[in-house]
């Protein structure tokens, strides 16, 4: 069970980082579309993505406890 603060500090933290995933969305299909034969620059995003996405599970499971424990 976590305290109040660092739930409170947790959620803080996931709600920026569901932000960001967000804006990442939105700037990968803009780069796609501008420079769409930057694969590098594509990959790169899309693997910020993925470590934002991974942060964000890590999060919602500290946050969400496992009920079958």
């Not at 803009?30 to 899309?46: A, C, E, S």
């Not at 934002?52 to 079958?68: M, V, Y």
């Amino acid at each position: 069970m976590l305290d109040s603060f660092t739930q409170r500090r947790y959620t803080s933290m996931l709600f920026e980082l569901r932000a960001e995933h967000r804006d990442l969305d939105a700037a990968i299909e803009l780069f796609i579309r501008n420079r769409p034969d930057d694969q590098m620059g594509i990959t790169r995003l899309k693997k910020r993505k993925l470590k934002i996405k991974d942060q964000i599970s890590i999060l919602e499971n500290l946050l969400i406890p496992d009920l079958n424990a």
